[in-house]
Structure formats: structure tokens, C-alpha cells
């Protein structure tokens, strides 16, 4: 098989051959990362370390949750998951050949 023709058989993955824990944590990873930016949108009049420290004690309980639990912990956890995806693709592809797969990730990350 030609690289050319395998190329034309190259598909996305099927529903059924998917894993379903990447996916479902990448997900709930892009939830943290828009939840770590959230305090960005608040109003104070003084700021600690981007957080509101004018705010009641709710305020102040999830200011500490998300710098304890979110901050930090969700953007590696997502590179990691992105770099699983990466895997993922080069070696469903490494029949081609490794030109082929330099092209591939290339393709997939012009926007």
C-alpha cells in the first residue's frame, strides 16, 4: 500500500474505537482551565494574586477552592491529555512513514 492510497483510506477514529477517559477528561480539563480564568471577570476594589479580597466569605471559600484545586493542576493535566492525542495520532498513522506523519501533525495544527 502506497502512502498515497493509504492516505485516502485514513479516517477518523470510529465511535466505537474511541477511549472515552481522554476524551472525558479533556473535557472536564477545558472546564478547570475556563474555571482558573474566571476570577479574571470579578469586580473588586483591591486585588490579592488576581482575586477580589473585598468579597464576603463565600467569595473567599471559592477563591481559596479554585487556587488550591484548579489553579496549577489544570493546564498541565490538559498538555498532558493533548499530548496523549498527539501520541495517539502518530501512532495510528506510522504505517506511512514518518514523513507522512510530520505532514499530518502539521495539517491538524494550521488553524
Do not use: K
Request: charged share 20%; net charge positive.
Amino acid at each position: 500500500m502506497t502512502a498515497e492510497s493509504a492516505r485516502m483510506d485514513a479516517a477518523p477514529t470510529g465511535l466505537s474505537e474511541r477511549a472515552l477517559g481522554p476524551d472525558l477528561a479533556r473535557g472536564v480539563m477545558l472546564l478547570f482551565i475556563a474555571l482558573a480564568n474566571s476570577h479574571y471577570f470579578l469586580v473588586g476594589q483591591r486585588y490579592v494574586g488576581g482575586f477580589p479580597v473585598d468579597g464576603s466569605r463565600v467569595d473567599d471559600a471559592v477563591a481559596w477552592l479554585v487556587s488550591t484545586f484548579v489553579d496549577g493542576r489544570a493546564f498541565p493535566m490538559f498538555g498532558l491529555l493533548f499530548g496523549y492525542g498527539v501520541a495517539h495520532i502518530v501512532r495510528r498513522n506510522s504505517e506511512l512513514g514518518p514523513r507522512a506523519v510530520n505532514r499530518i501533525l502539521r495539517r491538524r495544527s494550521s488553524c
